[in-house]
């Protein structure tokens, strides 16, 4: 070969099988690529165009014909999992509420969405991040609303696709699974009175997000077939490719990786590394409902490496039985786990909820080398282990049903 690497047979067979002799990789194809309104007008990456047409959905006087339909169960959703201290009024006073004098923004002083009511008189600026951005103008935000609208009740809102947070915020955070829920079930309310062409723009928008920023359980089940029956080829091509992943990424799934008797390595992708103590894992209950992950995955250690900074969080994921999920959580958030973390004051949503977060680094540039960041993560995870040792012995305490 020209630059003198060589290929076993079983290296070359397993590329070959993998291109030839995969059906399932042609569904994925098919399913991933099928057309889609917003695909062929770019709107899938693009926050102006996701903010123009949600913006047009809760605008009550917009061509969509629906009136406040959208705009009442968005807010709704979004105040019910909001901290009290942090909503300008409560869901139940949006839900009979008449909302007179709606007024949506575009781009009002920057802001992506800016919604204005008169009666009941509120607030609420949208921020929408679907990619990175090194410029965070929040605290700007925040003051050009406040100068504006001296003494209204006010909201701020971080619109992601995952549902991150900022630390030490003001700003709710509120994920496109967020919204995609939202938009389901109003579709199934209320499609034998929202009009055609509406409902087809509807579709079209619901399965964008179900596709691009949502877990699919057939394109799950899809991805785990083809890695079953693949795996060598898959293995190999992210080996020589390294698959988009940052080499401070790579770094810190060596270093949780390398010491199976500490850690138990749980998953992956270009953004994060989901991971847990082994002490933790050992009690944690297999009560999660994702097919691709492991039962035991619904809580886990996060590292995080995304927008000019690597944080730590605690994540507690989809299950089963919601019922037992929040005992659990509220059990290992007492005062008898040593649970010392900064915790999110949201209520749990039905997806994934943050527990507590911590910063390890934040950066201008690129991302610094591995070596800098890497024993900055070791300390923080030893720290993290002492605060949290607890929380063991109380998952031990457990009952399934």
């Known amino acids: 070969m020209s630059n003198g690497e060589t290929h076993t047979p079983t290296d070359l067979q397993a590329l070959e099988h993998f291109v030839v002799e995969n059906d399932e990789l042609l569904e994925l194809e098919e399913r991933i690529g099928r057309f889609n309104i917003f695909d062929a007008l770019r709107i899938v990456d693009a926050e102006i165009r996701h903010s123009n047409f949600l913006a047009w959905l809760l605008d009550p006087n917009e061509s969509h014909g629906q009136g406040p339909l959208f705009l009442k169960a968005i807010l709704m959703d979004l105040l019910r999992q909001s901290p009290p201290d942090l909503r300008p009024l409560s869901p139940v006073q949006i839900d009979g509420a008449e909302l007179r004098g709606v007024d949506i923004r575009r781009e009002w002083r920057n802001i992506d969405i800016l919604i204005t009511c008169k009666d009941p008189a509120f607030v609420i600026a949208i921020e929408n991040k679907i990619k990175a951005g090194k410029y965070n103008p929040f605290k700007e935000y925040e003051k050009r609303i406040q100068a504006e609208f001296r003494g209204q009740p006010t909201m701020f809102v971080l619109l992601t696709t995952d549902g991150s947070e900022l630390e030490d915020s003001q700003w709710v955070p509120y994920s496109y699974e967020d919204i995609h829920s939202v938009l389901t079930r109003v579709r199934k309310t209320h ?88 002490r933790w894992y050992e009690c944690v209950p297999p009560i999660g409902d994702n097919p691709r992950k492991d039962p035991r995955s619904w809580l886990y250690w996060d590292l995080w490496c995304y927008n000019g900074s690597c944080r730590w969080r605690l994540v507690c994921n989809k299950v089963n ?41 934040k950066w201008a540039d690129d991302d610094p080398e ?32």
């Open 191 to 278: 499609a034998t009175s929202i009009g055609d062409d509406v409902l087809a723009f509807l579709d079209h928008y619901i399965r964008l997000i179900g596709s691009r920023f949502m877990d699919d359980p057939k394109i799950d089940e899809l991805c785990q077939t083809i890695y079953k029956n693949h795996r060598r080829a898959i293995e190999m091509i992210v080996e020589r490719t390294k698959a988009g992943r940052s080499e401070l990424l790579s770094a810190i799934e060596d270093l949780i990786r390398s010491d199976e008797q500490r850690w138990v390595f749980l998953n992956s992708t270009t953004r994060n590394i989901a991971f847990l103590p082994k």
């Open 321 to 361: 039985d919601e019922s037992l999920r929040k005992n659990i959580v509220s059990a290992i958030s007492g005062s008898q786990a040593g649970f010392g973390l900064k915790a999110r004051k949201r209520d749990l949503s039905r997806g994934w909820n943050s527990l507590g977060l911590r910063l390890i680094e």
């Open 370 to 401: 591995p070596q800098v960041i890497i024993p900055k993560i070791e300390k923080l995870m030893a720290k993290l282990e002492q605060e949290l040792a607890g929380i063991p012995d109380v998952l031990k305490k457990i009952k399934l049903a």
